[in-house]
């Protein structure tokens, strides 16, 4: 899939692209309020969430179409972009006749490929940016596979919002940021604009400046904040909302770090990665080789391939090593169970082919 990198016309490439405004438009007041506020503070893209989906019914599920008329007003007083939320064939229906400029997929409805399919196939023949939000579960094709079906319907203006994971342990954030999944998308879609939505991932306003910052070191393309003229009295998400004033100083003291990398200093660099990555790889050919030998010694004294007691030692006492070595025993622990498994898978082997041949082969 091939992107086009500008999502709006006269919205400038210069990081990070900012979206900013209510989680929901609540009344008129509000949405004018908060629209004049960001327009102030140089925002140029307003989101506002129209339609709010609830865990359980009888919270503020938003406005409705109503609303939309608000936003077009907030649009032609500002002249910023309105976005929104959809989930469903009426709302995209809605949206479109409205006038709203972009269109993003919440995190729930990303989640469920009928109701992406049943969004993707509305939009059908229509040229408008969409932008998806990551599926509340951490599952990387999952995501790619709402941006194919949004793609298949022919949108190219195509965006991802990573907003984090849901998740039942007790941390620090609302939504995990495991940010080795958006980076693993980036991988395999250089030209995908990534936006990272800090509000979503924190929960907590003042978590929002280190996670824009995170993202920018990241080299994300842009940002999507919640903004509130009144956060403490917003009828949803009250907590991770900042007032205009507070996200014009978060962006203003960002460090935006935009150099391209190719410095003589960090090709030197790169080539000692290289060799080093290089070193690993034969390290580890090596280490399987013995593996290997292992394995023939197991089957030849009739012993079980897995020997926990063994594995146990070897990954806590890895880990401590590794801590002193100034890397994380949870790290540690991850690297050697990957490659205690490709040991095991090995020795398997070396087990299925002595049941193929009736007689032990000696390994070299
Ligand atoms: C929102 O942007 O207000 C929202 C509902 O977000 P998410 O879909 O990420 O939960
Ligand atoms: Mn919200």
């Not at 899939?1 to 500008?6: C, K, L, Q, R």
């Not at 280190?210 to 998400?237: F, R």
């Not at 090593?321 to 040991?343: C, N, P, T, Y």
Request: glycine fraction near 6%.
């Amino acid at each position: 899939m091939e992107f086009e990198s500008i999502l709006l016309p006269g919205i400038d490439a210069k990081r990070p692209l900012v979206i900013a405004g209510p989680c929901s438009a609540e009344t008129e007041e509000q949405v004018m309020t908060t629209a004049r506020e960001l327009a102030a503070a140089g925002v140029k893209i307003f989101r506002a969430g129209v339609w709010k989906p609830r865990t359980k019914p009888g919270g503020f599920e938003g406005v409705g179409s109503p609303a939309l008329k608000w936003l077009m007003q907030a649009e032609k007083e500002t002249g910023m972009y309105m976005a929104t939320e959809v989930a469903t064939e009426k709302h995209v229906y809605e949206a479109l006749k409205y006038g709203i400029d972009i269109l993003w997929i919440g995190a729930r409805t990303a989640a469920n490929p009928f109701a992406v399919q049943e969004i993707a196939d509305t939009l059908k023949g229509v040229d408008i940016p969409v932008l998806i939000k990551n599926p509340v579960n951490p599952d990387l094709e999952l995501w790619i596979g709402a941006l194919e079906r949004l793609y298949n319907a022919g949108i190219r203006r195509l965006g991802v919002i990573h907003r984090g994971f849901s998740t039942t342990d007790k941390t620090v954030y609302r939504n995990i940021p495991q940010w080795h999944i958006p980076i693993e998308l980036k991988r395999r879609f250089p030209t995908l604009p990534i936006l990272c939505d800090p509000s979503h991932i924190g929960g907590d306003r003042n978590l929002i400046f280190k996670i824009s910052q995170q993202a920018m070191d990241l080299n994300y393309a842009g940002l999507i904040v919640e903004s509130h003229c009144s956060p403490d009295e917003a009828w949803s998400d009250k907590a991770q909302q900042v007032t205009p004033a507070a996200l014009k100083e978060i962006l203003h003291n960002l460090v935006i770090r935009d150099t391209v990398q190719t410095t003589e200093d960090l090709s030197v660099l790169r080539d000692q990665i290289d060799d080093l990555d290089n070193e690993l790889l034969q390290l580890l050919a090596k280490r399987m080789r013995v593996s290997r030998e292992i394995g023939q010694y197991k089957l030849e004294h009739n012993m079980p391939i897995l020997q926990t007691q063994r594995y146990d030692q070897i990954l806590s006492d890895r880990a401590s090593q590794g801590e002193r070595m100034e890397m994380s025993g949870d790290f540690i622990r991850k690297v050697l169970e990957a490659i205690h498994s490709e040991s095991v898978r090995q020795q398997m082997v070396v087990m299925e082919r002595e049941k193929k041949n009736g007689s032990p082969t000696a390994e070299k």
